[in-house]
């Protein structure tokens, strides 16, 4: 196995590390790359590249990385009963276009279909349906982990190693493959219904009226600049699994083929384009079929979007905040952020149905707000009165997203942190299996 030089970075641009690196192509490579590497200096897994900040990072240059998205096979699937067991470097844009011709759909995806399937156990990942479905893990049978001794275990629900794995951030060990119950269905796309939304509490009242019509999907898009009376307003979309299937086109490519300028993402271009994005049909609300993709990975159809945040990159806040809560924290948190002018492209609300099966899972009953912020003075001041406000309402930060909590602040937000810091403790040469968000929160090794 052979181990070259690279410099990581998360999707957020903000966390850069060079470590040795390997990309595994088949199962012995793949056992001998992890063994190598923790006989030596210990490695982190590297997946789809998709975690915004620092948690797939090394925490120095003797720190080797793996390098998963090669491990792409599917390894058996039952067809009677939709069980397919795949090779955690395996993505969801793979997922979909092998099953859904077959009529079965993985059941939660993520925002980007670049996502790994080992990143999605480690992440315990939800989409614009947990209201219905729940998190990834709730429909993942078992998977096979390779701890930080070497050794191979088959982790199942049922496992002491399975709530500390699932949204563990991969440190519990190295995901090899996964099995996973697919949702069977008769078509290849959703009816989509957008709406334009006024303000933040109709945007509040649609979600109701939607749970209680038990929605397949609903997600939200706001106007992150918008104050006062406009304060919440945007776009609100419910989707239904459709049994009709369309034609489908194959996708022009489109990238983002340079850095943008610093001066170009400022508070005139965020209006503009929320005021253009606002618009984008006339009428007050419209309704279209739309495959699965578009509907789910609407950024994915510009490779390299990231790049508009300019060379210093970007930090992304999500936040869950309690059902309860939602009322009073939301205002709170659309108040500050329009205030600072720092508003963002992407601001998405949407609800969660219940809490995740994890440790460290994210998901809790209420409402998930996220917004991108380019790296620059005064973000993380922002970060700071945002994560206050979140943690003084019961709420948490979307450790895929983070990159900036303090351990203070995680573990206000995590009740289970230190049950997490004791499973990891207990794991033999657990420090060989870390990283930079690791350190930041002290949760493996000399960190902790």
């Known amino acids: 196995m052979s181990w070259k030089s690279l410099e990581l970075t998360g999707w957020g641009r903000n966390s850069h590390q060079t470590a040795l690196t390997a990309r595994p192509e088949r199962q012995k490579d793949l056992q001998r790359a992890i063994g190598d590497s923790l006989a030596q200096s210990g490695l982190v897994a590297h997946g789809g590249l998709r975690a ?13 990385a793996l390098l998963t998205t090669r491990m792409n096979r599917i390894l058996a699937f039952d067809s009677a009963t939709g069980i397919v067991t795949v090779e955690a470097g395996m993505c969801f844009r793979d997922m979909i276009r092998a099953f859904v011709p077959k009529g079965w759909l993985i059941p939660v995806s993520p925002g980007t279909a670049f996502a790994t399937m080992g990143g999605a156990i480690a992440n315990d990942i939800h989409g614009k349906n947990h209201d219905t479905q729940g998190s990834f893990c ?27 794995t699932i949204g563990g951030c991969g440190l519990t060990g190295v995901i090899t493959t996964v099995t996973v119950q697919l949702k069977k269905i008769s078509g290849n796309c959703v009816q989509v219904t957008e709406t334009k939304i006024k303000d933040l509490e109709s945007y509040l009242i649609a979600f109701d009226e939607a749970i209680a019509q038990n929605v397949d999907y609903t997600v939200g898009w706001i106007d992150g600049l918008a104050k006062g009376k406009r304060m919440g307003r945007g776009i609100f979309e419910t989707a239904t699994l459709s049994d009709e299937t369309i034609e489908l086109k194959p996708a022009k490519e489109k990238s983002v083929p340079i850095d943008f300028p610093a001066l170009a993402l400022n508070p005139l271009s965020v209006r503009s384009f929320n005021l253009l994005y606002r618009n984008r049909f006339l009428r007050k609300s419209r309704t279209t079929l739309t495959p699965f993709e578009a509907f789910n990975y609407p950024l994915d ?16 806040f999500q936040c869950v905040i309690p059902r309860s809560e ?11 952020i329009a205030r600072s002018g720092a508003g963002s492209f992407l601001s998405v609300l949407k609800t969660m149905g219940g809490d995740g099966r994890g440790l460290l899972s994210f998901p809790m009953k209420g409402y998930t707000l996220a917004l991108d912020f380019p790296h620059k003075a005064g973000v993380e001041a922002l970060f700071r009165s945002l994560h206050k406000i979140t943690a003084d309402h019961g709420g948490r930060i979307y450790l895929a997203k983070d990159s900036m909590l303090t351990r203070d602040e995680f573990d206000a937000m995590y009740p289970n942190a230190d049950e997490m810091r004791q499973v990891l403790a207990s794991l033999p040469h657990s420090e060989k299996l870390t990283s930079q968000m690791a350190a930041r929160l002290a949760l493996t090794g000399d960190a902790a």
């Open 52 to 64: 915004y900040g620092d948690q797939a990072l090394p925490r120095g240059d003797d720190q080797h």
């Open 138 to 164: 709730n429909h993942v049978l078992g998977f096979e982990l390779i701890t930080p001794d070497g050794n191979t275990q088959q982790v199942t629900p049922d496992h002491n190693l399975f709530r500390a």
């Open 301 to 316: 159809a510009i490779s390299d979007w990231n790049r508009i945040y300019g060379k210093r990159g970007f930090h992304q």
């Open 326 to 336: 939602g009322e009073r924290a939301l205002p709170l948190l659309l108040d500050t």
